[in-house]
Protein backbone atom coordinates (compact mmCIF):
# COMPACT_ATOMS: atom_id res chain seq x y z
CA UNK A 1 0.00 0.00 0.00
CA UNK A 2 1.41 3.62 -1.37
CA UNK A 3 2.63 5.33 1.88
CA UNK A 4 1.87 9.37 2.08
CA UNK A 5 2.50 11.00 4.93
CA UNK A 6 1.31 14.17 5.97
CA UNK A 7 4.25 14.85 8.52
CA UNK A 8 2.32 13.79 11.43
CA UNK A 9 3.66 10.51 12.37
CA UNK A 10 2.79 7.05 14.45
CA UNK A 11 4.69 4.79 16.62
CA UNK A 12 4.76 1.69 18.44
CA UNK A 13 3.20 1.42 21.72
CA UNK A 14 4.45 1.47 25.21
CA UNK A 15 4.75 -1.77 27.36
CA UNK A 16 0.84 -1.77 28.10
CA UNK A 17 -0.10 -3.74 31.08
CA UNK A 18 -3.30 -2.94 32.93
CA UNK A 19 -3.27 -2.46 36.31
CA UNK A 20 -6.73 -3.45 38.90
CA UNK A 21 -9.98 -1.30 38.55
CA UNK A 22 -8.30 0.69 41.48
CA UNK A 23 -8.46 1.33 45.10
CA UNK A 24 -10.51 3.94 47.34
CA UNK A 25 -10.76 4.55 51.03
CA UNK A 26 -14.02 2.73 51.79
CA UNK A 27 -16.76 4.04 53.35
CA UNK A 28 -17.28 3.31 57.14
CA UNK A 29 -19.88 0.95 56.60
CA UNK A 30 -18.91 -1.05 53.93
CA UNK A 31 -16.39 -3.60 55.57
CA UNK A 32 -14.01 -5.32 53.21
CA UNK A 33 -16.18 -8.71 52.93
CA UNK A 34 -19.32 -6.75 51.64
CA UNK A 35 -20.12 -8.42 48.90
CA UNK A 36 -20.52 -4.95 46.90
CA UNK A 37 -17.42 -3.38 48.25
CA UNK A 38 -14.92 -3.71 45.13
CA UNK A 39 -17.83 -2.09 43.09
CA UNK A 40 -18.77 0.71 45.08
CA UNK A 41 -15.17 1.76 45.54
CA UNK A 42 -14.31 1.74 42.18
CA UNK A 43 -17.23 3.95 41.24
CA UNK A 44 -16.41 6.33 44.32
CA UNK A 45 -12.75 6.41 42.80
CA UNK A 46 -14.53 8.58 39.82
CA UNK A 47 -16.66 10.41 41.76
CA UNK A 48 -19.85 8.31 39.95
CA UNK A 49 -21.25 7.69 43.99
CA UNK A 50 -21.53 9.43 46.65
CA UNK A 51 -22.31 8.21 50.64
CA UNK A 52 -25.54 9.63 52.30
CA UNK A 53 -22.95 11.35 54.48
CA UNK A 54 -19.72 12.17 54.40
CA UNK A 55 -18.82 8.52 55.80
CA UNK A 56 -21.52 6.23 54.99
CA UNK A 57 -22.46 5.24 52.05
CA UNK A 58 -26.40 3.28 53.17
CA UNK A 59 -25.72 0.23 50.89
CA UNK A 60 -29.17 -1.65 52.13
CA UNK A 61 -31.28 2.18 51.68
CA UNK A 62 -33.98 1.71 48.58
CA UNK A 63 -32.21 3.66 45.58
CA UNK A 64 -34.40 6.38 44.08
CA UNK A 65 -34.77 7.42 40.51
CA UNK A 66 -33.14 10.53 41.28
CA UNK A 67 -30.43 8.85 42.72
CA UNK A 68 -30.17 6.49 39.92
CA UNK A 69 -30.46 9.44 37.06
CA UNK A 70 -27.22 11.54 38.97
CA UNK A 71 -25.24 8.10 39.19
CA UNK A 72 -26.00 7.09 35.50
CA UNK A 73 -25.08 10.72 34.46
CA UNK A 74 -21.72 11.12 36.69
CA UNK A 75 -20.59 8.45 34.64
CA UNK A 76 -21.12 9.71 31.11
CA UNK A 77 -20.18 12.72 32.75
CA UNK A 78 -23.12 14.70 31.83
CA UNK A 79 -24.09 18.33 33.38
CA UNK A 80 -23.82 18.23 36.85
CA UNK A 81 -25.05 21.83 37.13
CA UNK A 82 -28.76 22.98 37.83
CA UNK A 83 -31.30 23.23 35.34
CA UNK A 84 -34.84 23.26 34.49
CA UNK A 85 -36.42 20.10 33.65
CA UNK A 86 -39.64 19.15 31.44
CA UNK A 87 -41.05 17.45 34.78
CA UNK A 88 -43.20 20.16 36.97
CA UNK A 89 -41.97 17.99 40.14
CA UNK A 90 -38.58 18.12 39.28
CA UNK A 91 -37.50 22.06 40.06
CA UNK A 92 -33.73 23.51 38.45
CA UNK A 93 -32.51 23.23 42.93
CA UNK A 94 -33.40 19.68 42.95
CA UNK A 95 -29.42 17.83 42.80
CA UNK A 96 -30.09 15.81 40.27
CA UNK A 97 -31.74 18.63 37.69
CA UNK A 98 -28.83 18.33 35.36
CA UNK A 99 -28.65 14.86 34.98
CA UNK A 100 -32.19 14.16 34.71
CA UNK A 101 -32.07 16.93 31.94
CA UNK A 102 -29.43 15.47 30.07
CA UNK A 103 -30.60 12.01 30.50
CA UNK A 104 -34.00 12.66 29.25
CA UNK A 105 -32.88 14.74 26.18
CA UNK A 106 -30.17 11.29 25.00
CA UNK A 107 -34.13 9.18 25.90
CA UNK A 108 -32.26 7.26 28.70
CA UNK A 109 -35.09 8.26 31.31
CA UNK A 110 -38.37 8.85 30.99
CA UNK A 111 -41.26 10.69 32.93
CA UNK A 112 -45.30 9.38 33.98
CA UNK A 113 -48.11 10.63 31.67
CA UNK A 114 -48.75 13.16 34.75
CA UNK A 115 -45.91 14.99 33.82
CA UNK A 116 -44.05 14.26 37.01
CA UNK A 117 -40.33 12.36 37.11
CA UNK A 118 -41.21 11.05 40.60
CA UNK A 119 -37.56 11.72 41.72
CA UNK A 120 -38.22 9.91 45.44
CA UNK A 121 -39.54 7.04 44.30
CA UNK A 122 -37.94 3.39 44.40
CA UNK A 123 -36.44 2.03 41.47
CA UNK A 124 -37.24 -1.21 40.54
CA UNK A 125 -35.15 -3.83 38.81
CA UNK A 126 -36.65 -3.80 35.52
CA UNK A 127 -36.80 0.18 35.58
CA UNK A 128 -33.04 -0.05 36.37
CA UNK A 129 -31.98 -2.75 33.64
CA UNK A 130 -33.68 -0.40 30.92
CA UNK A 131 -31.87 2.38 31.99
CA UNK A 132 -28.38 0.99 31.86
CA UNK A 133 -29.14 -1.00 28.69
CA UNK A 134 -30.17 2.54 27.44
CA UNK A 135 -27.07 4.26 28.91
CA UNK A 136 -24.57 1.85 27.42
CA UNK A 137 -25.98 0.68 24.25
CA UNK A 138 -26.60 -2.99 25.54
CA UNK A 139 -28.99 -3.82 23.21
CA UNK A 140 -32.43 -4.29 25.66
CA UNK A 141 -35.27 -2.89 24.19
CA UNK A 142 -37.74 -3.42 27.22
CA UNK A 143 -37.07 -4.57 30.70
CA UNK A 144 -38.29 -7.83 30.29
CA UNK A 145 -35.07 -7.77 27.71
CA UNK A 146 -33.16 -5.42 29.18
CA UNK A 147 -32.87 -7.72 32.38
CA UNK A 148 -31.74 -11.33 29.66
CA UNK A 149 -28.99 -8.76 28.61
CA UNK A 150 -27.54 -7.97 31.56
CA UNK A 151 -27.26 -11.61 32.75
CA UNK A 152 -25.80 -12.70 29.83
CA UNK A 153 -23.58 -10.21 29.98
CA UNK A 154 -22.68 -11.08 33.54
CA UNK A 155 -23.62 -7.91 34.87
CA UNK A 156 -26.68 -9.22 37.25
CA UNK A 157 -27.73 -12.10 38.27
CA UNK A 158 -31.47 -13.56 38.64
CA UNK A 159 -32.89 -15.61 41.39
CA UNK A 160 -33.43 -19.32 42.28
CA UNK A 161 -36.28 -19.09 40.16
CA UNK A 162 -34.65 -18.21 36.74
CA UNK A 163 -36.85 -15.17 37.32
CA UNK A 164 -34.99 -11.03 36.92
CA UNK A 165 -37.75 -9.73 39.54
CA UNK A 166 -38.59 -6.79 37.12
CA UNK A 167 -40.88 -5.67 39.66
CA UNK A 168 -38.40 -5.79 42.72
CA UNK A 169 -37.30 -2.48 44.23
CA UNK A 170 -33.68 -2.24 44.22
CA UNK A 171 -31.01 -1.11 47.11
CA UNK A 172 -27.97 0.97 46.50
CA UNK A 173 -25.97 -1.29 46.97
CA UNK A 174 -27.30 -3.51 43.77
CA UNK A 175 -27.49 -0.58 41.87
CA UNK A 176 -24.18 0.14 42.41
CA UNK A 177 -22.93 -3.31 41.43
CA UNK A 178 -24.59 -3.01 38.32
CA UNK A 179 -24.05 0.31 37.20
CA UNK A 180 -19.87 -0.49 37.83
CA UNK A 181 -20.54 -3.80 35.90
CA UNK A 182 -21.87 -1.88 33.22
CA UNK A 183 -18.67 0.23 32.70
CA UNK A 184 -15.82 -1.87 33.49
CA UNK A 185 -16.04 -5.53 32.18
CA UNK A 186 -13.46 -6.58 34.50
CA UNK A 187 -15.80 -6.36 36.82
CA UNK A 188 -18.63 -8.78 35.40
CA UNK A 189 -18.81 -12.21 36.50
CA UNK A 190 -18.73 -13.65 32.33
CA UNK A 191 -15.83 -11.62 30.60
CA UNK A 192 -16.14 -13.34 27.06
CA UNK A 193 -19.07 -10.75 26.45
CA UNK A 194 -17.31 -7.83 24.75
CA UNK A 195 -15.83 -8.14 21.07
CA UNK A 196 -12.87 -5.53 20.36
CA UNK A 197 -14.02 -5.69 16.65
CA UNK A 198 -13.22 -1.28 15.85
CA UNK A 199 -9.39 -0.42 15.40
CA UNK A 200 -8.63 2.82 16.00
CA UNK A 201 -4.80 4.73 15.92
CA UNK A 202 -3.58 7.10 18.52
CA UNK A 203 -3.30 10.45 17.65
CA UNK A 204 -1.84 12.35 20.77
CA UNK A 205 2.38 11.94 21.43
CA UNK A 206 1.40 10.14 24.75
CA UNK A 207 -2.04 9.29 25.54
CA UNK A 208 -3.31 8.17 29.08
CA UNK A 209 -4.82 4.72 29.98
CA UNK A 210 -7.28 4.81 32.87
CA UNK A 211 -8.91 2.44 34.94
CA UNK A 212 -12.12 3.87 34.39
CA UNK A 213 -13.95 6.78 32.23
CA UNK A 214 -12.90 9.55 33.89
CA UNK A 215 -9.94 11.67 35.16
CA UNK A 216 -10.22 10.76 38.49
CA UNK A 217 -8.89 7.63 37.63
CA UNK A 218 -5.31 6.51 37.68
CA UNK A 219 -3.23 6.10 34.90
CA UNK A 220 -2.58 2.85 34.37
CA UNK A 221 -0.13 2.80 31.51
CA UNK A 222 0.93 5.46 28.49
CA UNK A 223 0.44 4.53 24.43
CA UNK A 224 2.48 6.33 22.01
CA UNK A 225 1.33 8.08 19.00
CA UNK A 226 0.56 5.75 16.25
CA UNK A 227 -0.34 2.60 18.93
CA UNK A 228 -2.93 0.63 17.20
CA UNK A 229 -6.00 -0.38 19.27
CA UNK A 230 -8.82 -2.12 19.30
CA UNK A 231 -12.34 -0.96 20.71
CA UNK A 232 -14.62 -2.65 23.11
CA UNK A 233 -17.46 -0.10 23.81
CA UNK A 234 -18.25 3.36 24.69
CA UNK A 235 -18.91 5.05 27.87
CA UNK A 236 -19.83 8.47 26.99
CA UNK A 237 -16.32 10.00 25.56
CA UNK A 238 -14.25 7.22 26.79
CA UNK A 239 -13.34 3.80 25.09
CA UNK A 240 -12.86 0.89 26.35
CA UNK A 241 -9.84 -0.45 24.59
CA UNK A 242 -8.28 -3.65 24.12
CA UNK A 243 -3.87 -3.78 23.05
CA UNK A 244 -2.04 -7.07 23.26
CA UNK A 245 -4.88 -8.62 25.77
CA UNK A 246 -4.45 -5.68 28.57
CA UNK A 247 -8.00 -3.68 28.71
CA UNK A 248 -8.49 -0.13 29.69
CA UNK A 249 -10.12 3.25 29.42
CA UNK A 250 -8.71 6.27 26.65
CA UNK A 251 -10.81 9.30 25.58
CA UNK A 252 -11.89 9.25 22.34
CA UNK A 253 -10.61 12.76 21.33
CA UNK A 254 -7.31 11.46 21.15
CA UNK A 255 -8.02 8.37 18.82
CA UNK A 256 -8.39 8.01 15.03
CA UNK A 257 -11.23 5.40 13.72
CA UNK A 258 -9.22 3.75 11.01
CA UNK A 259 -11.62 0.33 11.00
CA UNK A 260 -15.08 2.95 9.41
CA UNK A 261 -17.20 1.13 7.22
CA UNK A 262 -18.80 2.03 3.90
CA UNK A 263 -22.84 2.55 3.78
CA UNK A 264 -23.21 -1.42 2.33
CA UNK A 265 -21.80 -2.81 5.96
CA UNK A 266 -18.40 -3.72 4.14
CA UNK A 267 -15.07 -1.95 5.06
CA UNK A 268 -14.29 1.30 3.11
CA UNK A 269 -10.87 0.94 1.14
CA UNK A 270 -10.07 4.84 2.85
CA UNK A 271 -10.15 3.50 5.97
CA UNK A 272 -6.52 2.01 5.47
CA UNK A 273 -5.33 4.94 4.41
CA UNK A 274 -3.27 6.75 7.49
CA UNK A 275 -3.02 10.66 6.95
CA UNK A 276 0.14 11.65 9.14
CA UNK A 277 0.28 15.44 10.25
CA UNK A 278 3.49 17.01 11.49
CA UNK A 279 3.07 20.47 12.51
CA UNK A 280 7.35 21.69 12.30
CA UNK A 281 8.86 22.97 15.55
CA UNK A 282 7.77 23.21 19.15
CA UNK A 283 9.16 24.58 22.11
CA UNK A 284 11.78 25.24 22.86
CA UNK A 285 11.93 25.68 18.72
CA UNK A 286 9.78 28.38 18.44
CA UNK A 287 10.90 28.36 14.59
CA UNK A 288 10.84 31.90 12.74
CA UNK A 289 9.37 34.75 14.14
CA UNK A 290 7.50 37.84 12.96
CA UNK A 291 5.35 40.65 14.35
CA UNK A 292 4.86 39.20 17.91
CA UNK A 293 4.02 35.43 16.54
CA UNK A 294 5.95 32.24 16.60
CA UNK A 295 6.08 30.02 13.73
CA UNK A 296 5.84 26.68 16.14
CA UNK A 297 1.86 28.32 17.38
CA UNK A 298 0.88 28.66 13.98
CA UNK A 299 1.68 25.70 12.23
CA UNK A 300 0.12 23.27 15.21
CA UNK A 301 -2.98 25.61 14.88
CA UNK A 302 -3.34 24.80 11.28
CA UNK A 303 -2.23 21.27 11.97
CA UNK A 304 -5.07 20.65 14.61
CA UNK A 305 -7.82 21.85 12.08
CA UNK A 306 -6.47 19.98 9.65
CA UNK A 307 -6.77 16.65 12.38
CA UNK A 308 -10.62 18.07 12.77
CA UNK A 309 -11.64 17.38 8.95
CA UNK A 310 -9.76 14.30 8.28
CA UNK A 311 -11.21 13.04 11.61
CA UNK A 312 -14.37 13.39 10.44
CA UNK A 313 -13.24 11.33 6.97
CA UNK A 314 -12.74 7.64 6.68
CA UNK A 315 -8.89 8.35 6.72
CA UNK A 316 -6.97 7.46 9.53
CA UNK A 317 -5.07 10.40 11.25
CA UNK A 318 -2.04 10.68 13.04
CA UNK A 319 -0.40 13.96 14.59
CA UNK A 320 3.29 13.91 15.21
CA UNK A 321 2.34 16.68 18.26
CA UNK A 322 -0.51 17.77 19.08
CA UNK A 323 0.55 20.03 21.67
CA UNK A 324 3.87 22.38 22.14
CA UNK A 325 6.59 20.71 22.59
CA UNK A 326 9.40 19.79 20.17
CA UNK A 327 10.31 16.41 18.48
CA UNK A 328 13.40 15.64 16.79
CA UNK A 329 13.61 15.35 13.15
CA UNK A 330 14.42 11.90 13.00
CA UNK A 331 11.87 10.87 15.55
CA UNK A 332 9.29 12.50 13.22
CA UNK A 333 10.19 10.13 10.63
CA UNK A 334 10.12 6.97 12.43
CA UNK A 335 6.81 7.18 13.77
CA UNK A 336 5.44 7.89 10.58
CA UNK A 337 7.21 5.13 9.19
CA UNK A 338 5.53 2.60 12.66
CA UNK A 339 2.67 4.29 11.83
CA UNK A 340 2.51 2.91 8.15
CA UNK A 341 1.62 6.21 7.14
CA UNK A 342 -0.13 6.89 3.23
CA UNK A 343 0.73 10.64 3.23
CA UNK A 344 2.73 12.63 5.03
CA UNK A 345 2.69 16.45 5.33
CA UNK A 346 4.66 18.92 7.03
CA UNK A 347 3.60 22.27 7.42
CA UNK A 348 5.64 25.25 8.17
CA UNK A 349 5.91 29.02 7.88
CA UNK A 350 8.93 30.87 6.02
CA UNK A 351 10.74 33.86 6.67
CA UNK A 352 13.70 36.17 4.32
CA UNK A 353 14.62 39.05 6.14
CA UNK A 354 10.84 40.65 5.00
CA UNK A 355 11.12 40.46 1.54
CA UNK A 356 10.00 37.22 1.02
CA UNK A 357 6.53 36.34 0.80
CA UNK A 358 4.20 33.36 -0.86
CA UNK A 359 2.99 29.78 -1.10
CA UNK A 360 5.35 26.74 -1.87
CA UNK A 361 5.15 23.49 -1.32
CA UNK A 362 8.14 20.72 -1.46
CA UNK A 363 8.56 17.16 -2.13
CA UNK A 364 11.69 15.61 -2.09
CA UNK A 365 13.21 13.58 -6.16
CA UNK A 366 15.55 11.51 -5.37
CA UNK A 367 16.83 7.84 -6.18
CA UNK A 368 16.44 6.68 -2.45
CA UNK A 369 12.97 7.70 -2.28
CA UNK A 370 10.59 5.25 -4.54
CA UNK A 371 7.88 7.79 -3.89
CA UNK A 372 8.54 11.10 -6.15
CA UNK A 373 5.37 10.78 -8.45
CA UNK A 374 3.12 10.74 -5.71
CA UNK A 375 5.22 13.34 -3.66
CA UNK A 376 5.22 15.92 -6.64
CA UNK A 377 1.54 15.11 -7.17
CA UNK A 378 0.25 15.37 -4.07
CA UNK A 379 2.32 18.80 -3.32
CA UNK A 380 1.08 20.63 -6.89
CA UNK A 381 -2.48 19.55 -5.58
CA UNK A 382 -1.83 20.96 -1.87
CA UNK A 383 0.17 24.09 -3.80
CA UNK A 384 -3.11 24.64 -5.86
CA UNK A 385 -5.59 24.42 -3.19
CA UNK A 386 -3.61 26.74 -1.02
CA UNK A 387 -2.99 29.31 -3.52
CA UNK A 388 -7.09 29.55 -4.33
CA UNK A 389 -7.83 29.34 -0.39
CA UNK A 390 -4.75 32.24 0.34
CA UNK A 391 -4.30 34.16 -2.77
CA UNK A 392 -0.75 35.13 -1.71
CA UNK A 393 2.18 34.94 -4.31
CA UNK A 394 2.91 31.56 -6.00
CA UNK A 395 6.61 30.22 -5.24
CA UNK A 396 5.78 27.14 -6.89
CA UNK A 397 6.13 23.32 -6.20
CA UNK A 398 10.00 22.69 -5.88
CA UNK A 399 12.20 19.69 -5.04
CA UNK A 400 13.67 20.59 -1.22
CA UNK A 401 15.86 18.65 0.69
CA UNK A 402 14.79 18.22 4.11
CA UNK A 403 14.96 15.88 6.74
CA UNK A 404 11.32 14.84 6.99
CA UNK A 405 10.86 14.43 3.54
CA UNK A 406 14.41 13.40 2.13
CA UNK A 407 14.39 10.05 4.74
CA UNK A 408 11.48 9.01 4.33
CA UNK A 409 10.66 6.14 2.34
CA UNK A 410 6.47 6.84 1.54
CA UNK A 411 5.22 10.30 -0.38
CA UNK A 412 5.65 13.23 1.62
CA UNK A 413 5.64 16.97 0.86
CA UNK A 414 6.28 20.16 3.13
CA UNK A 415 4.24 23.08 3.25
CA UNK A 416 5.42 26.77 3.54
CA UNK A 417 2.14 28.82 4.00
CA UNK A 418 3.87 31.82 3.84
CA UNK A 419 6.48 34.24 5.43
CA UNK A 420 5.91 35.24 8.56
CA UNK A 421 8.27 38.15 8.86
CA UNK A 422 6.45 39.75 5.62
CA UNK A 423 3.64 41.87 6.82
CA UNK A 424 1.01 40.78 4.14
CA UNK A 425 1.39 37.08 4.88
CA UNK A 426 1.76 37.57 8.50
CA UNK A 427 -1.62 38.94 8.39
CA UNK A 428 -3.18 35.88 7.12
CA UNK A 429 -0.94 33.46 9.37
CA UNK A 430 -1.49 35.51 12.55
CA UNK A 431 -5.80 34.57 11.86
CA UNK A 432 -7.57 32.16 13.15
CA UNK A 433 -10.39 32.61 9.68
CA UNK A 434 -7.49 32.37 7.57
CA UNK A 435 -5.29 29.26 9.32
CA UNK A 436 -8.83 27.27 9.26
CA UNK A 437 -9.16 28.44 5.36
CA UNK A 438 -5.73 26.95 5.09
CA UNK A 439 -6.29 23.58 6.75
CA UNK A 440 -9.11 23.03 4.36
CA UNK A 441 -7.74 23.62 1.44
CA UNK A 442 -4.79 21.12 2.72
CA UNK A 443 -7.55 18.56 2.97
CA UNK A 444 -9.27 19.24 -0.39
CA UNK A 445 -5.65 19.06 -1.98
CA UNK A 446 -5.21 15.73 0.07
CA UNK A 447 -8.95 14.79 -1.76
CA UNK A 448 -7.77 15.86 -5.21
CA UNK A 449 -4.54 13.80 -4.47
CA UNK A 450 -6.28 10.64 -4.03
CA UNK A 451 -9.05 11.39 -6.97
CA UNK A 452 -6.68 11.96 -9.60
CA UNK A 453 -3.74 10.20 -8.41
CA UNK A 454 -4.49 7.44 -6.10
CA UNK A 455 -7.94 7.06 -8.23
CA UNK A 456 -9.94 6.16 -4.88
CA UNK A 457 -13.54 7.53 -4.96
CA UNK A 458 -13.54 10.55 -2.23
CA UNK A 459 -16.64 12.12 -4.15
CA UNK A 460 -18.92 12.16 -0.51
CA UNK A 461 -16.16 13.95 0.93
CA UNK A 462 -16.16 16.58 -1.19
CA UNK A 463 -19.75 16.73 -1.07
CA UNK A 464 -19.58 17.18 2.83
CA UNK A 465 -17.91 20.40 2.19
CA UNK A 466 -20.16 21.32 -0.95
CA UNK A 467 -16.88 21.31 -2.85
CA UNK A 468 -15.76 19.40 -6.34
CA UNK A 469 -12.26 18.15 -7.53
CA UNK A 470 -9.90 20.13 -9.15
CA UNK A 471 -8.64 20.07 -12.66
CA UNK A 472 -5.92 17.14 -13.30
CA UNK A 473 -2.44 18.42 -12.71
CA UNK A 474 0.21 15.75 -12.41
Known amino acids: MKRLLILLFTATFLLFTFASPGSAESFSDLGVNHRAEREINYLKIGDIVSGTSATRFSPNKQVTRGEAAAMIGRALQYSSGNSSTNFKDVSSSYFASGYINDAYKNGIL ?5 GTFRPNKSVTRGE ?13 SNTSSSGTVLMNLGIAQGYPDGTFGLNKTLIR ?36 VRSGPSIKYPVVNKLETGT ?40 NPLSDETIIIDPGHGYPDTGASGYGIYEKDVVLDTALRLNTYIKKSPFAVVMTRDRDTKIELKDRVSKAQNANGDLFVSIHANSFNGSGH ?22 KYIQNRLLEAWELNDRGVKNGDFHVIRENSMPAVLVELGFIDNKTDNDKLRSPQWRELAAKAIYLGILDYYHHYQKKDVASLYQQLGASPSEKLH
Not at 128 to 140: C, D, T
Not at 173 to 192: C, G, K, Q, W
Not at 358 to 379: D, H, I, R
Open 228 to 267: QVNIGYSIGKWAYISVGGSKGFVHQDYLSINSLQGSSGTK
Open 128 to 140: MALMLNRAFNLGG
Open 173 to 208: SDFAVFLARSINEELRTRRASVSFSKKALVNADVLN
Open 358 to 379: GTETYYYSASQNPNVNQSKAAA
Open 110 to 114: SGYPD
